[in-house]
């Protein structure tokens, strides 16, 4: 008992101790994608514009991109990854080191693990963008600190049943535009007690309030533009 007061305790300290809050998307692609042709420092840039406290690269199945950014802003862009498993994305924070894509959720999930990382699982009810069912989210809860609950470019049915199954399981949830372009990012993220490493992740999200709306169908054109445009470049 007096253990479970004094963790109560510290959690306490750290979020009265953080009286600043930030606007966070969660979720954001960079030209490191092979759907998008957002460049890091434009990213970046557009963040400050819309007030973003941080900025997240969480490109598909690889860190390159957010490493490359971190160096020339390393207080405000935090390195993130999608990784495309066997049977969906997973969406990871605070990565230390690129995990392919192809594995068994089980084990990303466990080498995520031991980097520190803090874990969430992207657009669940999206099965025709890698998903996750619910009996998947059952089978992984051990693992997760979070699941999305407010994605973009998910429909708001797909968000509504999501936010539904984290508050009947105790689960934090992240929100992000799923940004492939520009103008993408900041259409969804997190209100949230500033944090800097995924411990203080873990603690501020709890407090956390979603802002922002889902877009527009069309803006899933960036991504196949995107992906047109880098397939004819490599022909030439």
């Given at each position: ?12 300290g750290?979020?009265m101790?953080?009286d ?13 994608s ?23 690269l ?15 802003h ?57 998903g ?29 049943l ?9 689960l ?11 103008s ?9 007690p ?6 203080e992740?873990r603690?501020s ?32």
């Amino acid at each position: 008992m007096a253990r479970k007061a004094g963790l109560l305790s510290k959690e306490r300290g750290l979020l009265m101790a953080t009286d600043q809050w930030v606007r966070v998307d969660f979720h954001v692609h960079s030209i490191a994608s092979p759907d998008s042709l957002s460049r890091g420092e434009a990213l970046y840039r557009r963040a400050k514009e819309r007030g973003l406290g941080k900025l997240i690269l969480t490109d598909h199945n690889t860190i390159s991109g957010a490493l490359a950014l971190q160096r020339a802003h390393p207080e405000e862009v935090i390195v993130g990854e999608e990784i495309l498993t066997t049977r969906g994305e997973i969406l990871a924070l605070f990565v230390k080191e690129t995990l392919p894509k192809g594995i068994e959720p089980l084990t990303v999930l466990r080498l995520l693990r031991e980097q520190g990382a803090f874990i969430s699982l992207s657009h669940p009810y999206a099965m025709a963008r890698h998903g996750w069912t619910e009996a998947e989210m059952m089978e992984f809860l051990p693992f997760l600190d979070a699941i999305e609950i407010a994605n973009a470019r998910n429909t708001p049915g797909q968000n509504r049943l999501a936010m539904q199954f984290a508050a009947s399981h105790g689960l934090a949830g992240t929100a992000g535009s799923d940004a492939h372009g520009l103008s993408e990012l900041g259409a969804m993220g997190l209100e949230l007690p500033d944090f800097h490493t995924a411990e203080e992740l873990r603690l501020s999200i709890r407090s956390a309030r979603v802002f922002g709306r889902e877009s527009p169908f069309w803006v899933h054109l960036y991504s196949r533009a995107a992906v047109l445009y880098k397939a004819l470049h490599r022909c030439k």
